[in-house]
């Protein structure tokens, strides 16, 4: 009796060292890999756009976004467009932005231990030609559909992809303009995805003067992330994770 009690001892001894030993190596594993974020931010949108000729326009535009769980997001975006014919339109954006995330910034701190880059105070320079179709719906008293198309070349990690922004423009009573759209990216060399981005954008700009709109705006979006080149070749292994955010804010437009 006694050498089968010494017998039990032993083998439950090892099961829980097996069981410490399972639960200690899912929490090393567990701190490998990015979790899915809920998060939500506000942001000031400050738009101004400059008219020269019938058909060329310049335009500025500064982004501040407050972030609650990435890293907060500031920009500026110069642009010039051109009147290719009465419904569409070319043009040029370059773009400075602050606080933007990628793959690679999941980074390695030590054994097990990976953390997202802080990018706030980190610059990124874009270069982004467009072109854009717009046309007035005669079936519908002060509605147009708009489609956008970018090709943005961000030349601080010459990642490149394609954005598209599509929608409806409502022209609604007591100077209200009111604006429907979904966006859209599709990377063309640094994800395994073929979306990493899509949401929903809806704005609501009462025109407080003739050059003057100024209203609320609410976003709700869906981001992806992938494992960078170094991780899969440190762990021999891959992951995605998601953010979906919920954005308010005010955006201000001028027209000169």
């Keep these: ?28 594993n567990a ?16 738009n101004a756009f400059i008219k020269h000729t019938e058909d060329w326009t310049t335009s500025l535009q500064i982004r501040l976004q407050d972030n609650e769980d990435l890293s907060d997001q500031k920009s ?11 419904q569409w339109k070319t043009g040029l954006f370059i773009r400075k932005d602050y606080g933007l995330r990628h793959n690679e910034d999941w980074v390695w701190k030590s054994r097990g231990n990976y953390s997202w880059l802080d990018t706030k105070k980190r610059d990124e320079d874009s270069i982004i030609p467009f072109i854009q179709y717009k046309v007035r719906l005669s079936s519908f008293k ?27 423009i409502n022209i609604l009573p007591a100077n209200f303009i009111m604006i429907n759209q979904i966006n859209m990216t599709m990377p063309t060399n640094y994800s395994q995805r073929f979306i ?11 025109s407080m003067k003739p050059n003057i709109t100024i209203g609320p705006e609410f976003s709700f979006n869906h981001q992806f992330w992938n494992e960078s080149v170094a991780f899969r070749m440190r762990e021999n292994d891959v992951f995605e994770v998601k953010n979906q955010n919920l954005r308010s804010g005010i955006v201000l437009n001028s027209y000169f």
């Design 31 to 46: 701190a490998l890999f990015p979790k899915d974020q809920n998060s939500t931010n506000s942001s000031l949108s400050l």
């Design 196 to 206: 990493t981005y899509y949401g929903y954008y809806f704005s609501l700009a009462w």
């Design 76 to 86: 500026i975006q110069l642009g010039v467009r051109y009147n290719l014919a009465p």
């Design 1 to 28: 009796m006694r050498t089968i009690k010494i017998r039990f001892k032993e083998i439950m001894t090892k099961e829980l060292l097996l069981i410490f030993i399972t639960l200690s190596s899912f929490g090393a």
């Design 142 to 168: 002060g509605m147009a559909y708009k489609l956008r198309i970018h090709y943005r070349h961000n030349t601080f990690n010459q990642q490149e992809d394609i954005f598209f922004r599509t929608g409806f």
